[in-house]
């Protein structure tokens, strides 16, 4: 029997993207993530506003790649699915 993939970022119900994970790993990579953002704007925004916008960017790039890998496809959703 095929089982169907465990995605760690569930679609939202309305709209399109992804939900809160529904696995330890992606909490984990969220989690991780908040860290990592955290520290960058403690480090960065107050000297270096540019630098912790480019960080901010890429850190956004990072974790839609890793919902795009990990999660749901994504498209628009009404909530009737």
């Known amino acids: 029997m095929n089982e ?3 995605y760690w970022f569930p679609a ?3 709209g399109w993207g992804w939900g809160p994970p529904v696995t330890w790993q992606g909490w984990l ?3 991780a993530w908040v860290a990592t953002v955290f520290v960058g704007s403690l ?3 107050p ?3 540019l630098a ?3 960080f901010t ?3 956004v790039l990072v974790m839609v790649a890793v919902c795009l890998a ?3 496809p994504p498209r628009w959703r009404w909530g009737d699915d």
């Open 4 to 6: 169907a993939p465990r």
């Open 52 to 54: 912790f916008a480019a």
């Open 57 to 59: 960017g890429a850190m």
């Open 12 to 14: 939202k119900r309305y």
């Open 70 to 72: 990990k999660g749901e």
């Open 29 to 31: 990579v969220t989690i």
């Open 43 to 45: 480090m960065l925004a």
């Open 47 to 49: 000297r270096r506003p």
